[in-house]
């Protein structure tokens, strides 16, 4: 397992090698052409990106927690969510929890409960089984005693 980042120490010590790799000269040599004010922004844009598209986020975390995530970047982050490289690492047992199963119960509850409907109109409304209306109802009723 890589070891985890380290803050900088000392003066010229940047403390993440991924930091380090965007100050190589030859990256700033790169983009000097372009834009020298730019140059390091490119850097940095570009050594995330690789790093990124080779599975280690690690960069793009340091990034954000230092506000400084460019568009590009976002940009890319969204391409790898589109193509499929990039998802959500299931933890522990069971299955994902279902936001919009969440949300559905959710309705269903106040249905039965604020609007007064039955479990039959709300199986109707919802287009579910009158049972899973009822185990919806059952369901978000234990959430909400469990938080008090």
């Not at 106040?110 to 209306?133: F, N, P, Q, T």
Request: proline share 5%; hydrophobic share 40%.
């Amino acid at each position: 397992m890589r070891e985890p980042s380290r803050p900088p120490s000392e003066e010229g010590d940047l403390g993440h090698d991924w930091e380090i790799e965007a100050e190589i000269k030859i990256w700033i040599d790169r983009f000097k052409d372009i834009d020298p004010d730019l140059a390091p922004d490119i850097a940095r844009f570009v050594t995330i990106g690789r790093w990124m598209c080779n599975g280690d986020l690690q960069p793009l975390a340091a990034a954000i927690r230092e506000g400084q995530v460019d568009g590009a970047i976002l940009s890319l982050l969204a391409d790898l969510i589109d193509d499929g490289r990039l998802s959500v690492k299931k933890r522990g047992r069971g299955e994902f929890r279902q936001p919009a199963k969440f949300a559905r119960d959710r309705v269903a509850f106040a249905l039965y409960h604020k609007a007064k409907k039955s479990e039959d109109e709300i199986a109707d409304i919802l287009g579910m089984s009158e049972a899973s209306v009822h185990q919806a109802i059952i369901a978000v009723r234990k959430a909400r005693r469990t938080v008090k």
